[in-house]
């Protein structure tokens, strides 16, 4: 049962309103809680508290009373005149189909009533069928999701160490298994899903396609020695070499063998057309680019599991992770990349996926100012958000930044319709300041949250304001 709590003083409106607390009502309600209103012009407001304060004008602190002089003198001046209230950030009126926008005023000294644990306010916010976490400091309150945005993507915020991963793992992939959907991980460091899933591919099992070997190896290499220059037949050579001999699955020293030869072998035919100083200095850039090209190199790219096997092995087993532990930062993104381009060919053919791919350090796949393979990653990032709240693919990332420098990039954040914002970094300052003007949470509160704690808001959530949500972990063993 609900118990009173207090009032609500004047001023209220539809959106928000101030309780002034019935007495020792301060030592139970806290920032956070939900309470119902009842409007005494009519509904049942669902809303939380956010902001209290405890007044006393017998010492206010900015003028002369008889109440700060007994304080002065060491005394304790009368609590007569003291009372405490919270602000009220209302969710919406309760209706037969969960809460509907308010839009009554709300009349003051309508009545005030705090949730316990036993009751369970959630159920006002919709169908229960499909939940995340619970409510702050109420483990029987799992908070409602509603499936349809899941496809309009997710971003989940927080610094290293506020709980982001483990989150993912145990709240955000059983969800998306529960809502129909297959999972792919990229799994950055390969420790914090790999070590707990069945189906585990490592980085250097993927087959990476031509395209993008050729754009790995184009970088290492500035160009095959034509940086900048649009005619560039030592590149072109590679690229007729890399489509045109097995040399994947190969060991490595043959592999680059195999290459290597059947590269000079393409440039040599074409030398016939040209002065042959010309042709001595496509082979003495081969050789040169050959030196970059070494086996260990070549080692990263001779996996031969393709994307589609990739993507019919999630279909297979639900769930699988890609191990990026072992492999240098473009070979990750190279191997991402040619997934990507695989779920993007398929949505292109009108393929309805209902696949996640969940993306850990996202901000190396989408940096704020991205360079390099990076700009690939992320624009296909973008590509993946458009296409997939149409074909059933909702994107996951996690970035311990919002904006700005440690942040993910502007373009991919503003496809992420629901997000989960844990502890910021105080760089994100600015960021927190925005979300805290428009829903009364203090710039503060986000700078402390403890680990596994985040504030759950967008499309997703049912409630038009942020909720603040957490969720269990299994005690784990020391090793
Ligand atoms: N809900 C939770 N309750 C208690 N501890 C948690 C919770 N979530 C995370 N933690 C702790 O926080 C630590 C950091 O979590 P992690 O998910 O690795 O952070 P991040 O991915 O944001 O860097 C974990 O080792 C875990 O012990
Ligand atoms: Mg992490």
């Avoid at 309508?110 to 109420?138: C, R």
């Avoid at 499936?147 to 969800?175: A, C, D, M, W």
Wanted: proline fraction near 4%.
């Amino acid at each position: 049962m609900a118990i009173p709590i207090g009032l609500v003083s004047s001023g209220a409106s539809e959106s928000h309103a101030t309780v002034i607390l019935y007495d020792n009502m301060e030592k139970m309600v806290q920032n956070e809680s939900l309470v119902l209103i009842r409007n005494k012009n009519g509904g049942e407001i669902l809303a939380v508290c956010r902001g209290g304060r405890g007044i006393n004008e017998n010492v206010r602190a900015t003028g002369f009373t008889p109440g700060v002089a007994y304080a002065r003198a060491g005394r304790v001046p009368s609590s007569a005149k003291e009372y405490y209230t919270f602000e009220l950030e209302v969710i919406g009126v309760v209706t037969d189909n969960g809460v509907e926008q308010n839009k009554l005023i709300i009349a003051p000294t309508s009545q005030v009533e705090m949730f316990t644990d036993e009751d369970n306010p959630m159920k006002y916010l919709g169908n229960t069928e499909l939940t995340i976490g619970h409510y702050w400091g109420k483990p029987n309150w799992k908070v409602p999701v509603l499936k349809q945005y899941i496809n309009y993507h997710i971003g989940i915020f927080g610094v290293t160490g506020s709980g982001k991963s483990y989150f993912t793992r145990y709240e955000i992939i059983p969800l998306l298994r529960r809502a129909g959907y297959s999972v792919i991980v990229m799994d950055w460091k390969g420790s914090d899903y790999a070590p707990y899933y069945d189906t585990v591919i490592p980085l250097d099992s993927i087959k990476v396609d031509d395209y993008t070997v050729l754009k790995y190896f184009s970088s290492l290499t500035r160009d095959f020695g034509y940086r900048g220059r649009e005619e560039n037949p030592v590149s072109a050579a590679f690229e007729k070499a890399l489509r045109r001999v097995e040399w994947r699955g190969k060991e490595p020293s043959e592999a680059r063998r195999l290459l290597y030869e059947k590269a000079r072998e393409i440039l040599e035919a074409e030398a016939r057309n040209v002065k042959s100083e010309t042709a001595r200095l496509w082979i003495d850039r081969l050789n040169a680019s050959f030196e970059e090209i070494t086996e260990e190199e070549l080692e990263k790219f001779l996996g031969t599991i393709e994307p589609w096997e990739i993507y019919a092995e999630a279909k297979e087993k639900g769930i699988i992770v890609i191990d990026m532990s072992k492999g240098e930062e473009d070979q990750k993104l190279g191997a991402f990349y040619a997934i990507a381009r695989y779920l993007k060919r398929l949505m292109e053919k009108k393929q309805r996926l209902d696949m996640a791919l969940v993306i850990d350090e996202a901000p190396q796949y989408a940096p704020w100012q991205p360079r390099g393979l990076a700009k690939e990653t992320t624009d296909i990032i973008i590509d993946m958000c458009a296409l997939g709240r149409s074909y059933g693919l909702s994107i996951v990332l996690l970035s311990q930044g919002m904006a700005g420098e440690i942040g993910l990039n502007a373009a991919v954040r503003r496809n992420l319709n629901t997000q989960f914002i844990g502890r910021i970094h105080p760089l994100d300052l600015e960021e927190a300041q925005k979300l805290a003007s428009s829903y009364y949470i203090s710039a503060d509160s986000l700078l402390t949250l403890p680990q596994g704690h985040f504030y759950f808001l967008g499309r997703m959530n049912p409630s038009p304001t942020p909720l603040l949500i957490s969720f269990e972990i299994e005690e784990e063993k020391d090793e």
